[in-house]
């Protein structure tokens, strides 16, 4: 939920969540399923299985939500980090932040957990229609630049590394926020792993066109293709060797 930074809103949600100083676990879970519940209700319909398949699609929305937190942390601290500390080679331990934050792709449920956390849609562009221009919105709170700032630390960690997994996540929340990535700085990035098929970059305005900055950036003919698929797949279908797909 976007809270607007409402303090009676938060506070009004909060008391009804503690009793004295003990927290009412049971009904924060209780709270959780049954909004995961109604999200299911009107996602998946399983006839016979919908029992066992809203249990499975609570237990992955849990995980994406708590992988979320933890990943919104260390975005928070990333523009901080030494870039030759980035990586850490040791057989003794795997904990580093390129081990956590460049490895794979998120889930497409944990790219939108994370760009609505960090309120992104918020840093949408807006048609200001007496002038006739676009403009990006005066951000309202810290969380708004956090993908941002992390975006702009991949300029020094790529001399170092290959961090694209790190750089098309980043660029996926940003997208799935604003739904486009207009304004969006990415000078002096290596793009070359970067897909921006059916992706809006420019706007047009009475002053001209406005759009992403690409100045200095590495990109290829391939980057503006259709891109293959890139999400974890959860679910199968089984069939009879007899049977035709």
């Not at 299911?40 to 939500?65: K, P, W």
């Not at 850490?88 to 939108?112: H, P």
């Not at 009475?206 to 698929?229: R, W, Y």
Request: net charge negative; charged share 25%; with cysteine.
């Amino acid at each position: 939920m976007d809270f607007h930074y409402s303090k009676n809103c938060l506070q009004s949600t909060l008391d009804s969540l503690v009793e004295g100083d003990i927290v009412k676990t049971t009904d924060v879970i209780k709270c959780v399923f049954d909004y995961l519940g109604i999200i299911y209700q009107y996602q998946i319909n399983e006839g016979s299985y919908v029992e066992r398949v809203r249990y499975a699609f609570c237990h992955h929305s849990f995980r994406d939500y708590f992988s979320a937190i933890w990943t919104v942390q260390l975005l928070r601290m990333l523009p901080q980090v030494n870039p030759s500390k980035f990586i850490i080679k040791s057989e003794e331990s795997d904990a580093s932040y390129g081990k956590t934050l460049n490895t794979s792709f998120w889930s497409l449920e944990k790219v939108a957990l994370i760009s609505e956390i960090l309120m992104e849609h918020r840093n949408k562009p807006y048609l200001e229609k007496q002038i006739g221009n676009w403009y990006t919105p005066k951000p309202d709170n810290d969380e708004q630049a956090v993908l941002a700032e992390a975006l702009d630390a991949c300029r020094k960690l790529c001399e170092k590394t290959d961090i694209h997994y790190l750089q098309e996540n980043l660029l996926s929340s940003i997208l799935y926020g604003r739904k486009e990535l207009t304004y969006v700085d990415l000078h002096g990035l290596d793009l070359s792993h970067s897909n921006f098929f059916n992706v809006i970059c420019s706007r047009k305005s009475c002053f001209g066109k406005v759009g992403t900055n690409f100045s200095g950036a590495v990109l290829h003919e391939d980057c503006f293709h259709p891109q293959n698929h890139q999400d974890n797949i959860i679910e199968y279908i089984y069939y009879e060797k007899s049977a035709l797909l």
